[in-house]
Each structure stands twice: as C-alpha cells, then as structure tokens.
C-alpha cells in the first residue's frame, strides 16, 4: 500500500464526525465578528440546518458560543481566549509581563499590547491603557493580519525561513506586492532589534514593536506601544525614550523567562 492511500485510511479509520463540525463552527465564528445566524452558519459549512442546531446547542451549553437575542446570531464568548491562557506558556508570559506592562504604560503615557502568532494572525494577549484620556489602544484578544502590523514584522524577524513561511501560508492570501513588502522589511527589524513604523491601519499613529526571547532564544511574543503624539499634559514622553524603554522592558521580560546573551 502507498504512503499516501495509508494516510487515507488513517483518517477514515479515526474520523469524528460531531467533533469535526464543533470545530468547523468554532473556527467559522472566529472570522466573524458580528456573528453569524443557524441558517447562515449551516449554509457556508454546507450543513443541513438540524444538525447545526444540534451543535450550537451543545457548544451554548459548554459556554463557547451564545446566542445574541436580538438578531438571533450566534457569536463565540470569551471562552476559548480563556482556555488558551490555562496553557502554562502563556500563562507564565503575561504573568510575568502584566505588571511591568502596566508601570511602563503609565510612565510613557502611552498604551501597549502583547500579542503573539496564532493560526497564521497576531493575537492580542494582553493590553494595558495608560491614565491619559485620550488613548490608542487594541481590543483583548483580537486577531490582527500579520502582515498590517509592527508586531507581525517582529515576530517573523527572527524566525527560521521555513517556519516563516510556513506561518504566513496560514495568514491568508495577499498580494505578491504585499508579501514582498513584509518580507522586505524584515532584514532591517532583526538588525535594528525593534519595529518602527508607520501604523498601516490608522493615520497619525507611530508603532514601536520589540521582541521578547524564551529560554531557547526563539521569539515567543511582541510587545508593542501605538504611539501617538501628546500635545499637552504632565507627561510627554518622546517617541525615541519610548522605543529605549519599550526594548529594555522586552529585555527584562526575556531575561525572567529564562533568555540568555545569545538569544538574537
């Protein structure tokens, strides 16, 4: 039997059905943000509108999806977020992470996030706001095109170039102009030890992104500060003191999780 007519019943002999819908919902609802009615959801997984029923109605009971009264639209909670943060790693990043986050934020005046790569998109992990009212700041767990970002850059910076490209097959088709683009400009981040740049998503901000390392020298997250410029206030804080105090906070972050001198 050929390699590949045994990986085929390898997967008809472990083929789950149920679970197999569950996550086709979950992962649908995920890309979208409005959420998406029965009819809707068992019309583009090409489902029979009974059996999706059946499975909303298990995954409300489980606390993963809910329904939205008013339009009769089902959307994902929380949940999902909460269960990835179970997951020691992460756990332990934005434990270490949160505080400090929060004190820089304050002293710059200035709000940052965390994220890392998830399925191919930058996922928001943690997000702190500075004092100041007026505030640019990034949704808790929002899922961002790697490509649109500071923090995609850096992330990619410093990957091995198979695993990169890897990664960014799950991000999405773009345009060859674009794909180009990001990959241009990742030479540059490496060498710089940071991202700075022009926000491609809202005008008038300036993204200052930096890596943080794990014991092994691999990049595990970015943390990056939108920075606009205050005109008034008790706290005006330069972009380039940001950026110094953006990458030694990303230091000391990779320090305690365990990075050593030759993690670049």
Not at 42 to 53: G, H
Not at 203 to 209: D, H, I, P, T
Not at 219 to 229: D, G, K, N, R, S
Request: aromatic share 6%; hydrophobic share 40%.
């Amino acid at each position: 039997m050929s390699g590949k007519a045994e990986d085929q019943t390898d997967q008809e002999k472990y083929r789950a059905p149920a679970l197999s819908k569950g996550l086709d919902i979950l992962e649908l609802l995920a890309s979208e943000a409005d959420g998406l009615s029965q009819i809707a959801i068992a019309k583009q997984l090409n489902r029979n509108t009974s059996e999706i029923f059946r499975m909303l109605m298990v995954l409300c009971q489980r606390g993963y999806v809910e329904l939205r009264e008013e339009d009769e639209r089902y959307h994902l909670t929380t949940k999902m977020f909460e269960v990835a943060h179970r997951h020691p790693p992460i756990r332990r990043l934005t434990s270490i992470a949160g505080e400090a986050m929060q004190r820089l934020a304050d002293e710059v005046n200035q709000s940052m996030h965390l994220a890392i790569i998830h399925s191919g998109k930058v996922l928001v992990i943690a997000q702190v706001d500075c004092q100041d009212n007026n505030i640019t700041a990034v949704r808790l767990g929002a899922q961002i095109n790697i490509y649109d970002t500071a923090s995609g850059r850096v992330l990619a910076a410093w990957m091995d170039p198979d695993a990169r490209d890897a990664m960014l097959k799950g991000a999405g088709d773009v345009s060859d102009e674009t794909y180009q683009e990001f990959i241009a400009d990742l030479p540059a981040v490496h060498d710089a030890g940071y991202c700075e740049a022009t926000s491609l998503t809202i005008a008038g901000v300036w993204n200052l992104s930096a890596p943080i390392f794990d014991f092994s020298g691999k990049v595990v997250a970015a943390l990056t500060i939108p920075f606009i410029q205050r005109l008034s206030g008790t706290s005006i804080v330069s972009v380039e003191e940001c950026r110094e105090r953006l990458v030694a906070l990303c230091a000391d972050i990779s320090r305690r999780l365990g990075a050593g001198a030759g993690a670049d």
